[in-house]
């Protein structure tokens, strides 16, 4: 896979599938000022999401989303809609570190940039999976705004990390 030059589309789409998160703000509408840039909205729900609430990033899922992971991992590929993108990524992510201490979050963000309706984020993620092991990982996501909220992403990250996350630790 040639990731020196990535379609924005495609590197917005990997980065909403790969993050997994889920909670009891799947349905929540994003608190979102209407002076706020789609830059400074994702910036907020990220860092948020490293002091260890993902509520407000969930929240920026539209419910039409397109999401998809670039690559060759076991969950390369395209979902439609919040509810396949929960399904078969972000509950079955999020179950890997459930019974962890240690829940993956974002630990280190390099980059947030801005071009039009997409945003793209470049962060480092890491949590202590459920058999006690670290999981780290580097995402490049490319979100696609719209009215505050993420209608497309492509994520890129290191699939050779992520499938012996998904092959080790069962949901």
Not at 11 to 27: K, T
Not at 115 to 142: E, L, Q, R, T
């Amino acid at each position: 896979m040639n990731t020196k030059h990535p379609s924005r589309r495609a590197v917005l789409s990997a980065a909403a599938v790969s993050v997994g998160m889920i909670g009891s703000a799947v349905h929540a509408k994003p608190n979102v000022s209407t002076n706020q840039s789609n830059k400074d909205i994702v910036r907020n729900a990220l860092e948020a999401w490293s002091r260890g609430t993902n509520a407000p990033f969930i929240a920026l899922i539209s419910e039409d989303i397109r999401w998809t992971i670039v690559g060759h991992s076991l969950i390369a590929g395209t979902t439609n809609g919040k509810a396949e993108l929960n399904e078969k990524t972000n509950l079955p992510f999020v179950a890997r570190f459930n019974r962890s201490s240690t829940k993956f979050r974002p630990v280190r963000i390099h980059g947030i940039y801005e071009d039009g309706d997409m945003v793209i984020v470049h962060f480092d993620g890491h949590g202590i999976a459920n058999d006690g092991k670290p999981y780290d990982n580097s995402y490049a996501w490319f979100l696609t705004m719209r009215s505050g909220r993420v209608i497309a992403g492509t994520a890129f990250f290191d699939s050779i990390a992520f499938n012996d996350l998904w092959t080790r630790v069962r949901p």
